[in-house]
Each structure stands twice: as structure tokens, then as C-alpha cells.
């Protein structure tokens, strides 16, 4: 399977509910992990999300990489990328 | 009208046989709001029977979370009765009864010591006094205790939670075992009773508050589910079952539904397992059987007149079924990320 | 930094999951604790350093004032021995003594501080299986009350006032059996196998020490008013019997303490906010259980109470900062916290109520909560859904005013501050952190190491 295209297929609502048709898992996620979400489907790589997030959210000391990295592992252990899915 | 217990899984909560059964009144015309715990309990997504589903604080999370949330309840689609169904939010209820009624918000529930001297780790002071036939049963709160709990309560027996959840055990080792488990799950204390063997009669009643039944219905189980659950069963017109139901309603003052677990031994003696102090799960067949009990709540509630009380169908059966309700993604989302739902937002 | 933009929050995905899936479970509406008494515990961490035991005056004096209203509106005599094991920091006790308690002692280290706190000889209770010599002797020359607890200490007793050639007022400690606690049968003389009645006689025969009191203590956290009654009772028809048979009518009848605080068990269902009976309602039971006294109502004995942790437990907070985020194998989410097990020594029995110092947002996760410490064992919370929580941001833990600041261990690192914020908003510290010094000061460097 290819993970951008099961990245694309998320069904994405605005309130952060995530559902995934190809297992039916649904999810919460708030409006960062949204964001990322929607960079990802839009096939952005890492340095465009980490960028994108600066623009779009008030950060303040905060590191980005870290929670990036650990939000895909997320997305690992959930099954919503595969287990070699890396950015 | 607000009714909880929504979660009719194989072990069902008694709130869709509320609801039905309040439908089933001639005399119902209204709302039915469903309060759950959980946006995936199943009965919230009965179209059929409720029409405003939401969600509320768990009981373990105090009585001013869950009276916060009933105002918003209050507010958006307006309550006159409700009607909680299990024992874990009783408590909460039951503290909470005055300030509802300030809302216009009616309720008929037992007293705080009501639902205290029927706990069952409270049963068998209860039985000893009210010549109510409960079998040997002691309240364990240290394991150590089940290495001479035989001095006592014979084996095989029954290792209890407070609220919910029951474990056989015919060792001592087993004993521990099941202790611990039940303690794990559901807290002390916990209650060792005595096995009996013979045949289950349930009676669902409610009592008037003065030591008076206002109605009440005996059903025997025929058939079960292979966790020993009744899947169907039928009312009878069991006497000495009846007399026991009364007579608990009169050393109580019980106020509100209540279900006596009773076993008939082979010598047709009776023994009363537990004494719950809400409606079961089979509470519709009383309305089958022309003595709806459900309605007859909402009625002594609200301080309406009660519906004829009388008498019941002494055959009548009920056969429960399970059935797949249809529901839509976006009903499930407004539940999980809303905590609400009403039929109205439902595009036809 | 740019406040237009919505702030920007580490990026979470929760999957729905039964039994987790509630808008208003508790950690979806979790309210921040901001501020103590008006104080803000931000303001206490810059005073004090992190971690910090806070304590409210106002709560410590209300509770107090509530646990003396709920017995003396309902029994004539009463009075209350602050059980010195469950909070001896001299300002915690002052503010109590100040209040009208006695003092109750386990020790001859305990004495000492109750000494110290001006609390005078003759209104301490003196409980405690393993009194010395040098105890009992201190004891009996400064008139204080002690409380027998077996027959080794009785004999020891008896041969102290004789040489000091007193006769003094001792009361016996009994254990007896109640519905739904397991009995402390390894404290006192019991009452059910006829022990307590043997001290009695032991106690008539030796003819110096002056039977003045009865006690019992059945337990601790006891959350049921009922076995408070019976053991009242008890109490009571074993005085009667005092009277009937052998002309002895005890000053006062001591239940010890036991009641259970605002805590909720780890066994326990519900919170202890609403499970633990109030005082009115323990009160009622043991006053219930008294009626049996057959004794004039203007002879009634002193009810002496030894309450310790539903005191104070309710006023004492920890207050501690997030060192770190993790992520556990199996998913769940670990804070790693400033202050552990080693602080915070009744996180093995209770569930705390642990709430963040500032509004929090974003989606609850199972997350639990560790200590500093490089012990497995050093377990704060066990998982519960908790919002997400970045370093440097602060956790409170309630109800931690009981057995903490006197069972903590100096263990790692250092034993943190304590402070007390006043009735008027004013603050200060009851206790300092620890330093090298204070650890290393007991210390001796044998010569030959050098
Ligand atoms: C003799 C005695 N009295 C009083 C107390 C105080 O008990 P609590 O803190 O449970 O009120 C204790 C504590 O164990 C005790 O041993």
C-alpha cells in the first residue's frame, strides 16, 4: 500500500475527527496534528510541514521536529502509514 | 423524559427497556433523551427510541460535572423526568434529586440510607432484621480472611463486588484469586455469599416510599445466555416471590423500581441473592404484561395519576433478540467529538 | 511569537476506543488549580523552588472547626488529640493546638516535639506499642496519659510509678472486632477473648496505676460510619461493666482515629469527595453507639478523638513541574515529574486528584505519571486520561497534607520545601529543602578512611 495515497484517503473533518476508510478506525486528533495531516496529503516533506506550521500557529520555544517525528510514529503505530513510512 | 443505561451490549443495561417501555404508554407523548457514558453504548443509536442523545460525566467524577451537564441538558431540550438506571450514578442522583426538582426536573428514587441498607454488603444485617431469607454471606475485606471464610460461608461460593461483577470459587485458592480480581475491577468492599442451587426468579417492583408496593411483576428466566444471562422469560404468578418483593418495600420504605434476585431451592424454600435498586433489563415485559412499571415511575415523578396497576398477564413472555441498527458515520462523529445528537439534525 | 495565530499545541492523534470515548469524562473537562487560597502556585514555585508541599491555613482551621462542631453539637464533653505521626511540622501542629487539641504521641521523639509545640504534659496521650523505660518515665513525672498496650508494657509500668512512687492515670488500648474491617489485633489488649478484662484485674491487683481511660483505634481511612458505632458500643458496655463489677468509671472513651479524608483508595469506584461520610455522619454513629453508657447524662465520659489524616489531609498540595514527555511501546503517554514516591509516599495507596496550575487544552491520553527517581517503583499516578503537558509546566496533587511530610525519605535527592499559605493571603515557609548539609551532616568518616 502506498502510505501517501492512504494518507489521502483519510477522510478529514474540520473538529479533528479522522476517519480511515480502508480499516475503519476513527480518530481525534486537535488542530496541529490536523495541519499536519493535510501537509502530508498534500504531499508536503518535512521541511515544508515544519515550516508550514511555523506560519500558521503561534509557536513559541516549542520543538517542532521532536513532536513531528513522534506524530508520524503515532501514525506508525496506528496503521495509518507503513511501519518504514519515515519523512 | 431522560433515561440512562443505554449500553445494550450482551449484558444489557436496563435503559432500552425504559425507554420502550415509557413509549409503550397510551398516555407518552414527548421526547426521549438518552444520557450515556460512552458515545459507542448502543442505544443511543436507536432512532426509533431516542430522540436527543447525550453524553455525561462518569459518577466518578462527582455530582457537580453531572449536574452542570444535565443544565446544559435542561436547557437545550428541556427534561421533566429522568429516570437513572444504574447503580453506580444512583448516589450522585440521589444527592442531586433536590437541586433537579429546583430545575423543574422530577425524579422518584430511593433515600441515600435506602440504597445503604440494601448494598449487599449491608444485606444480611437487612435480612436478619426483616425476616428477609438471604443466604450466608460476609463482607471480606482482607484476603486473609478466605483461608477461614468456610467457618462461615460454605463452599462453593460466590466472591462479589460492591456494585457489579461476581466470581465462583470452590478453594480457598480461588477464593483469593476471584478477591482479587473483584477488587481490581470493582473496589471494596467485597461481599462472600453462599452458593444456592435452584431455580432464578427475578420480581421487578416499585414501592411507594410509605412501605407500600405499587406494583410489581415475578419472572422466571427460560432460557439463557451461555454466560447465564436471561435471554427470555416469562411472568408468573409466583406468591411467596410476591410476598418477599412486599415485604422488602415494607422494612425499607423502599422509594422508586427496584429487582429482587431470588433462588427457589428444590425444597421450595426461597433465598434473596441481591436486592437491586433500579429497573432490570427485562423491565418491558411488565409493560407486556399490563403493568408498566417504567410509566408508573415517571408518573409517581412527576406526581401524575398512575395508570392501572392492578393486575398483569400471568404467561406473558419475552424473547429478546439481537438486531443491527443502521447508523451513519456522522451520527457516531457528533457523539464522539460533540457529546450530542438529536433526530432533528438527521437529514431525511 | 505572533498572537494572531492560534497557539500552537504538540500534535496529537487519540484513537476512539470504548470506554474512552466521552466529551466530559473527567480529563476532557479537567479544571486547572491555579491558586491556593488566592495565592498563585506560580507565584509559591518562584517563592520556593519545585517541588513544594503547600498548605492552606484556611482549610486546616475550617476542617478543624468542622470536626469539633460535628461532635461537640451532639456530646457534651470532647476533645481532640492531634495524632502527631500524620503531620508533626511544628507550625502544622501550633496552628492546631492553637485550636483547643491535645496532643497524641507514639513515640518519645513525638513527646518531645509536643513538648517543644507548648503543649502541656498532662494533655498529651501516650499511645504506642514499644514505649521504653525512659518513655514511661518521662511520662508519669510530667503527668501525661498513657495508653497500655500489652502486658510486658503494663508490668514495665507498674514497677516505673513505684519507683517514682506516683500513682498515675493510665488507660488501656483494646482491640475489638467490627463488621467489614479487618481488627488491629496486634495493638492493645483484646476485648472479645476476655484479654482486655484481664488487664482490668491485672491492673486492680498491681493497685498503682489508675484505670482513667479506654481506647481503641480500629483502623485507618475507614470510609463506613457503621463500625464506628459498633466499636463505640463496645466501648460503652465494656465501661458499663467497669462500673458494675469492679467500681471503675473511666474520664473518657477514645476512638482513636481512622476517618477517612477526601482521598479516593485505588480500590475505590467512587471519588472520595463523595464517598467519605462527613463528620456529621461519624459523628452521629459514635454518638449512637455511646447511648448504651448506662451512666447520667451529666457523668458522661470525655470522648477523646485521635483524628488524624480526615484533619489534614484535605489542606496539604504538591505541587510539582514536568521534567519530561515520553512515549511508551505500548502507546501511552509518560510524564516524568519533579517529585516521586520518595516525596510523596501515600501515591502507593491513593489515587490522587492531579490536576494541572494552568487551563489546559488538547486531547486527553492514557498518561501516567512517574517520579524523578531511578526506581521502577517510583509511580505517581497510574495511567489515567490526562491533557497534554509540556516540560517545564506544573502539576498539583491533592489531598497530600496526612503522612506524607513525616513518612517521606530522604532517598536520591533531597527532601523538598513546605510552606503555608496564611488566612490573609500571606506565605511562608514551614519547612525548607533539604541541603548537602542537612543530609551529610549525620554523617562520620571513620579515621582510618580519612
Ligand atoms: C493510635 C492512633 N490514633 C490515631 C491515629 C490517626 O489515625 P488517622 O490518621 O487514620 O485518623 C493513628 C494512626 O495510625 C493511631 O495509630
Not at chain 1, 2 to 16: C, E, T, V, W
Not at chain 2, 15 to 28: D, I, K, N, T, Y
Not at chain 2, 83 to 93: C, G, R
Not at chain 3, 407 to 427: E, K, N, S
Request: charge should be negative; glycine fraction near 8%.
Amino acid at each position: 500500500m502506498d502510505d501517501r495515497q492512504q494518507l489521502r484517503d483519510l477522510a478529514l473533518n474540520d473538529k479533528g475527527f479522522v476517519f480511515d476508510p480502508l480499516t475503519g478506525a476513527t480518530f481525534s486528533t486537535n488542530p496541529t496534528g490536523l495541519q499536519i495531516l493535510r501537509f502530508l496529503q498534500e504531499g508536503a516533506d518535512r521541511s515544508a510541514i515544519l515550516a508550514g506550521l511555523q506560519a500558521r500557529f503561534d509557536v513559541r520555544g516549542d520543538d517542532l521536529t521532536r513532536d513531528l517525528d513522534e506524530f508520524v510514529s503515532t501514525l506508525r503505530r496506528q496503521g495509518l502509514v507503513g511501519q518504514d513510512f519515515g519523512l | 423524559m431522560a433515561v440512562t443505561g443505554l449500553n445494550a451490549t450482551d449484558n444489557p443495561g436496563p435503559g432500552v427497556g425504559v425507554v420502550r417501555a415509557l413509549r409503550a404508554s397510551p398516555e407518552f407523548d414527548g421526547r426521549i433523551v438518552a444520557l450515556a457514558y460512552d458515545a459507542l453504548e448502543p442505544g443511543l443509536y436507536a432512532r426509533d427510541l431516542v430522540d436527543d442523545a447525550y453524553l455525561v460525566p462518569y459518577p466518578s467524577q462527582g455530582t457537580e460535572a453531572l449536574l452542570a451537564r444535565l443544565e446544559h441538558v435542561h436547557a437545550t431540550v428541556g427534561l421533566d423526568v429522568v429516570i437513572p438506571t444504574l447503580d453506580a450514578e444512583l448516589p450522585a442522583f440521589i444527592a442531586l434529586q433536590d437541586r433537579l426538582a429546583a430545575l423543574g426536573i422530577a425524579t422518584f428514587l430511593p433515600t441515600a440510607a435506602q440504597l445503604e441498607v440494601r448494598s449487599k454488603a449491608r444485606l444480611v444485617a437487612l435480612a436478619a432484621q426483616g425476616g428477609l431469607p438471604v443466604p450466608a454471606s460476609r463482607v471480606v475485606n482482607d484476603p486473609a480472611e478466605l483461608y477461614a471464610i468456610h467457618q462461615h460461608v460454605p463452599y462453593p461460593l460466590w466472591v462479589k463486588g460492591a456494585y457489579y461483577g461476581a466470581e465462583r470459587a470452590w478453594t480457598p485458592d480461588e477464593a483469593v484469586t476471584a478477591w482479587h480480581k473483584v477488587v481490581a475491577t470493582w473496589g471494596l468492599p467485597v461481599i462472600v455469599q453462599a452458593h444456592v442451587e435452584g431455580e432464578e426468579i427475578d420480581v421487578n417492583a416499585v414501592g411507594d416510599g410509605r412501605g407500600g408496593l405499587v406494583g410489581a411483576v415475578p419472572m422466571a428466566k427460560t432460557l439463557l445466555t451461555d454466560k447465564g444471562k436471561g435471554w427470555a422469560g416469562i411472568a408468573i404468578q409466583d406468591r411467596q416471590a410476591l410476598a418477599l418483593a412486599a415485604r422488602f418495600a415494607e422494612v425499607t420504605r423502599w422509594r422508586g423500581p427496584f429487582e429482587l434476585e431470588l433462588v427457589r431451592d428444590r425444597s421450595g424454600g426461597y433465598h434473596l441473592l441481591e436486592v437491586n435498586p433500579r429497573f432490570p433489563a427485562w423491565c418491558f415485559l411488565t409493560a407486556g404484561a399490563g403493568m408498566n412499571l417504567p410509566w408508573a415511575v415517571a408518573c409517581l415523578a412527576r406526581g401524575a395519576p398512575l395508570p392501572d396497576l392492578s393486575t398483569y398477564t400471568v404467561g406473558t413472555m419475552f424473547v429478546r433478540i439481537a438486531l443491527d441498527q443502521i447508523t451513519t458515520l456522522d451520527t457516531f462523529r457528533a457523539l464522539a467529538t460533540e457529546g450530542e445528537w438529536h433526530t432533528t439534525q438527521e437529514t431525511p | 511569537m505572533n498572537d494572531l495565530l492560534p497557539a500552537y499545541e504538540r500534535p496529537v492523534l487519540v484513537r476512539h476506543a470504548r470506554g474512552a470515548m466521552n466529551k466530559f469524562s473527567r480529563a476532557a473537562s479537567m479544571q486547572p488549580a491555579t491558586e491556593l487560597d488566592g495565592v498563585p502556585y506560580d507565584r509559591l514555585l518562584e517563592a520556593y523552588g519545585s517541588p513544594l508541599f503547600a498548605f492552606s491555613e484556611r482549610t486546616l482551621v475550617q476542617t478543624y472547626r468542622q470536626l469539633e462542631d460535628a461532635f461537640a453539637t451532639r456530646w457534651p464533653r470532647v476533645r481532640i488529640a492531634w495524632s502527631y505521626k500524620t503531620n508533626y511540622l511544628d507550625g502544622i501542629c501550633r496552628l492546631l493546638h492553637q485550636q483547643g487539641a491535645w496532643a497524641e504521641v507514639v513515640s518519645g521523639f513525638e513527646y518531645d516535639k509536643a513538648v517543644r509545640n507548648g503543649v502541656p504534659e498532662s494533655r498529651i496521650h501516650f499511645n504506642g506499642p514499644a514505649k521504653s523505660e525512659a518513655d514511661l518515665d518521662k511520662a508519669f513525672r510530667g503527668d501525661a496519659i498513657v495508653h497500655l498496650d500489652h502486658f510486658d508494657e503494663l508490668a514495665l509500668a507498674e514497677r516505673v510509678a513505684r519507683r517514682l512512687g506516683v500513682r498515675p492515670g493510665v488507660a488501656l488500648r483494646l482491640n475489638l472486632a467490627t463488621d467489614g474491617v479487618p481488627a488491629w489485633t496486634r495493638f492493645g489488649f483484646n476485648l472479645e477473648s476476655g484479654e482486655a478484662l484481664s488487664a482490668v484485674r491485672r491492673l486492680i491487683a498491681g493497685d498503682v496505676l489508675q484505670l482513667v481511660g479506654l481506647h481503641c483505634h480500629i483502623g485507618t481511612f475507614i470510609p463506613e460510619v457503621g463500625p464506628y458505632q459498633q466499636a463505640a458500643r463496645k466501648l460503652a458496655l465494656f465501661a458499663n461493666l467497669l462500673r458494675a463489677d469492679h467500681g471503675i468509671t473511666v474520664d473518657f472513651l477514645d476512638l482513636g482515629g481512622g476517618f477517612a479524608s477526601h482521598n479516593t483508595l485505588k480500590a475505590q469506584y467512587l471519588p472520595g469527595t463523595e464517598a467519605s461520610p462527613t463528620f456529621a455522619r461519624y459523628a452521629e454513629a459514635i454518638v449512637d453507639g455511646l447511648e448504651a453508657l448506662d451512666v447520667d447524662p451529666l457523668e458522661r465520659p470525655t470522648l477523646v478523638l485521635e483524628t488524624g489524616r480526615a484533619l489534614v489531609d484535605d489542606a496539604g498540595h504538591l505541587v510539582t513541574t514536568v521534567v519530561a514527555n515520553k512515549r511508551l511501546p505500548d502507546g501511552r503517554r509518560a510524564l516524568v515529574l519533579d517529585a516521586g514516591v520518595n516525596s510523596l509516599f501515600t501515591a502507593f495507596w491513593y489515587k490522587h486528584d492531579v490536576v494541572p496550575t494552568a487551563p489546559v487544552h488538547g486531547i486527553p491520553e492514557p498518561t501516567i505519571l512517574y517520579g524523578p527517581l531511578c526506581m521502577n517503583i517510583d509511580c505517581m499516578r497510574d495511567t489515567l486520561q490526562f491533557p497534554p503537558m509540556s516540560p517545564g509546566e506544573h502539576l498539583v496533587f491533592h489531598h497530600v497534607g496526612a503522612y506524607n511530610v513525616t513518612q517521606w525519605m530522604q532517598f536520591i535527592t533531597y527532601r523538598p520545601a513546605v510552606c503555608l499559605v496564611g488566612q490573609d493571603g500571606q506565605h511562608a515557609l514551614l519547612r525548607r529543602r533539604e541541603t548537602l548539609d542537612d543530609v551529610a551532616g549525620c554523617e562520620e568518616l571513620p579515621a582510618w578512611i580519612g
